[in-house]
């Protein structure tokens, strides 16, 4: 496969909790990203990181990359119920000028 | 935020219809894509195009052809709809020098009786 596939699939938790979820790869990247797409809405994105960056921070985002295991995780810290949504990684390969893979996405429930 | 527009956002029709799905941005952006989604499914690539008087089909089969005569706008048709074709699609757009990152529409989704 040459997307990216995430885990796990649904997500939990209470408010004020963290939440971790993990994208696993099989190709060479050039680039992977995160994005967030709420019920029946686009999607938005979220963090790039580089194929040769190992962790990136955005506001109460954290994503870290492990390029030997060929996979990334993105935690949110502190959720709140707002970030309920669904959340999808997405490869940009390095064969080339291609689109980017989007993975199947794992969702996550803040319970308030 | 983004400014990319997908119309209609809702549309509902019989069986054999002719429907365009509209897209355009405002931001410049060489590489525009659609995506297919059902609900709370992956996506999948249907076409792209990365300038005018390009597209190329994804990697999801599609019986929807798109077409590139501006750099704003990536029109989505289906010449006859069937039931089959009742999904969410996605527009993006991304610029060509950039690292990937997409902007999307807010989506069209379409229920074919």
């Known amino acids: 496969s040459q997307q990216g596939?995430?885990?796990?699939?649904?997500?939990?938790?209470?408010?004020?909790?963290?939440?971790?979820?993990?994208?696993?790869?099989?190709?060479?990247?050039?680039?992977?990203?995160?994005?967030?797409?709420?019920?029946?809405?686009?999607?938005?994105?979220?963090?790039?990181?580089?194929?040769?960056?190992?962790?990136?921070?955005?506001?109460?985002?954290?994503?870290?990359?492990?390029?030997?295991?060929?996979s990334s995780s993105l935690l949110i810290t502190a959720s709140r119920a707002a970030d309920t949504a669904s959340y999808f990684c997405a490869l940009t390969r390095n064969s080339g000028n291609t689109p980017l893979v989007f993975g199947k996405g794992t969702r996550l429930s803040v319970i308030a | 935020e983004a400014d990319i527009y997908q119309t209609p956002r809702y549309l509902v029709i019989g069986t054999g219809k002719k429907i365009t799905l509209e897209c355009s941005q405002t931001m410049g952006h060489d590489k525009m894509y659609w995506y297919q989604q059902d609900p709370g499914m992956e996506l999948h690539l249907i076409h792209y195009s990365?300038?005018?008087?390009?597209?190329?089909?994804?990697?999801?089969?599609?019986?929807?052809?798109?077409?590139?005569?501006?750099?704003?706008?990536?029109?989505?048709?289906?010449?006859?709809?069937?039931?089959?074709?009742?999904?969410?699609?996605l527009c993006a757009s991304s610029a060509y020098q950039n690292t990937g990152e997409l902007f999307f529409g807010e989506g069209s989704r379409l229920t074919v009786l």
């Open chain 1, 5 to 70: 596939e995430e885990d796990p699939q649904a997500l939990s938790i209470q408010e004020g909790e963290n939440a971790t979820m993990n994208c696993s790869y099989k190709t060479s990247i050039n680039n992977l990203q995160w994005y967030r797409q709420n019920s029946g809405r686009g999607l938005v994105h979220l963090i790039l990181i580089r194929s040769n960056e190992r962790e990136k921070h955005s506001g109460r985002l954290r994503v870290t990359l492990d390029t030997s295991k060929k």
């Open chain 2, 50 to 89: 990365y300038g005018v008087n390009s597209t190329e089909k994804g990697d999801l089969s599609s019986e929807s052809t798109v077409s590139r005569i501006r750099t704003e706008h990536f029109p989505l048709t289906l010449e006859s709809a069937r039931p089959s074709h009742t999904s969410q699609y």
